[in-house]
């Protein structure tokens, strides 16, 4: 699931700062399987495949992702266990995956869900062993970590935990990029920006991992054996994580798991997401459309690129399906233009650098995309308009009707169209070798 609040993305660091989240405007849920093709890492092992890759055998706990009959477990222990009479079941639904389905007509603007927040994860929730909580949260270890060390606790306690019913029907193998070989990235992400982010993504996980270790695990070896705090377990829970965690905006912006909410399906035509509703002291979304019964409910991931969302959720949109789809476009300041200089002094007095990095839309380019451009091609003789479209390219310009030089209009979409054929050529050459 993705976050409900808009966050940034950043590095998981050394000696436990606050941990990150995956870039996000809104909750969501597990992948839907109508708007996106499917991945899943094969796990080679050529001679570039790192250790790692031998570490990715199936965990001992969990099912496969299409499993009904550990969801009906899961649906069962949640009503037993204070989840109220739902409106939607767990099926298969298309190429046989699981989603909510609705059992009856659902209206629009209706609340649905009600989960309490006793069946939520968070980092307050008690631990099965209390011993290993304890250590966790003396060394204040962040949410996230935390979380990851959390789930592989409770999991590997099977029927003593009181989660049993949930982690067995999480995936054993979650749809996720942590799951790629180095080898797989370079082939497959060799013409995305995506790629350099997941391999950031896969070492800030591992780096986590052995910083845990380091400084907890073999320091309390009989609470955290190896055997069970490894590397391919982090895997699966950052996975599990990045894939499922929401961020709650009325419970103080809590980071939480909410079984059976999870169970929900993205689609790019809806916006409802998940929160706490304090009136009936629950996790509910309100629907944006109805409902006919045997019809898939959905919830929204947010407004994310292909990229975005195959980093995050292992998935991307069917060509055409999804709106808010974009490619990074590179930008770069040539270093033999005359005024290299002071234009670099104006990007840099307004955070930016070269080559700068904007979202294509197949709907057009941004404003700022376009100020940039003009700051490149700008001759000497404009020199005074060099920190006006610094300004504008980083969004800063007091002018909110943008900038316009129709005298360097025709140099300026030349410049973007090259940038275009550099980039497309990239994927010219992966489609060949391919």
């Known amino acids: 699931m993705a976050q409900i609040s808009r966050v940034l993305h950043t590095s998981f660091l050394p000696h436990f700062p606050q941990s990150p989240l995956p870039p996000s405007s809104h909750n969501g849920a597990s992948p839907a399987v109508p708007f996106r093709y499917r991945t899943r890492s094969s796990i080679s092992s050529s001679?570039?495949?790192?250790?790692?890759?031998?570490?990715?055998?199936?965990?001992?706990?969990?099912?496969?992702?299409?499993?009904?009959?550990?969801?009906?477990?899961?649906?069962?222990?949640?009503?037993?266990?204070?989840?109220?009479?739902?409106?939607?079941?767990?099926?298969?639904?298309?190429?046989?995956?699981?989603?909510?389905?609705?059992?009856?007509?659902?209206?629009?603007?209706?609340?649905?869900?009600?989960?309490?927040p006793s069946l939520v994860i968070t980092a307050d929730s008690d631990w099965s062993c209390l011993e290993a909580g304890n250590v966790m949260r003396r060394n204040s270890v962040p949410d996230w970590p935390l979380l990851a060390t959390y789930l592989i606790s409770e999991a590997s306690l099977m029927n003593s935990s009181r989660w049993c019913s949930y982690i067995s029907a999480l995936p054993r193998q979650p749809y996720s990029l942590l799951y790629w070989t180095r080898s797989e990235l370079d082939t497959y992400l060799v013409a995305s920006q995506i790629r350099e982010r997941a391999i950031e993504r896969i070492t800030d996980v591992e780096g986590t991992y052995n910083d845990l270790k380091v400084r907890i695990f073999s320091k309390y070896p009989q609470l955290f054996p190896e055997e069970i705090f490894n590397m391919r377990t982090f895997m699966w829970s950052f996975g599990i994580l990045f894939s499922r965690l929401v961020r709650l905006p009325s419970m103080d912006g809590k980071v939480a798991l909410v079984p059976w909410a999870d169970m929900l399906n993205h689609s790019s035509e809806v916006e409802t997401f998940l929160d706490y509703d304090k009136s009936s002291q629950g996790i509910v979304f309100t629907t944006?459309?109805?409902?006919?019964?045997?019809?898939?409910?959905?919830?929204?991931?947010?407004?994310?690129?292909?990229?975005?969302?195959?980093?995050?959720?292992?998935?991307?949109?069917?060509?055409?399906?999804?709106?808010?789809?974009?490619?990074?476009?590179?930008?770069?300041?040539?270093?033999?233009?005359?005024?290299?200089?002071?234009?670099?002094?104006?990007?840099?007095?307004?955070?930016?650098?070269?080559?700068?990095?904007?979202?294509?839309?197949?709907?057009?380019?941004s404003?700022?995309?376009?100020?940039?451009?003009?700051?490149?091609?700008?001759?000497?003789?404009?020199?005074?308009?060099?920190e006006e479209m610094a300004a504008a390219a980083s969004n800063k310009s007091t002018s909110k009707a943008g900038i316009n030089y129709p005298e360097l209009e025709e140099q300026t979409l030349q410049f973007l169209l090259d940038c275009c054929e550099s980039s497309i050529a990239k994927y010219t050459k992966f489609l060949e070798v391919s």
């Open 288 to 365: 944006d459309r109805s409902y006919q019964p045997g019809e898939q409910v959905f919830i929204s991931y947010g407004k994310k690129s292909n990229g975005e969302l195959l980093l995050s959720y292992g998935f991307v949109a069917k060509e055409g399906a999804n709106p808010d789809d974009s490619v990074e476009l590179s930008l770069p300041l040539n270093k033999s233009d005359k005024c290299y200089k002071e234009k670099l002094e104006a990007l840099q007095k307004y955070g930016l650098s070269t080559p700068q990095r904007f979202p294509l839309q197949i709907t057009g380019w």
């Open 367 to 386: 404003l700022e995309m376009k100020a940039y451009a003009y700051l490149v091609v700008c001759p000497p003789n404009m020199s005074q308009h060099f």
């Open 47 to 116: 001679p570039s495949t790192t250790s790692r890759a031998s570490e990715a055998r199936p965990i001992p706990w969990g099912c496969e992702i299409e499993s009904l009959e550990s969801a009906s477990a899961l649906q069962q222990w949640l009503s037993e266990s204070g989840l109220p009479p739902q409106k939607m079941a767990i099926q298969r639904v298309d190429v046989g995956e699981r989603g909510l389905v609705a059992l009856k007509n659902i209206r629009k603007g209706e609340k649905l869900l009600f989960v309490p």
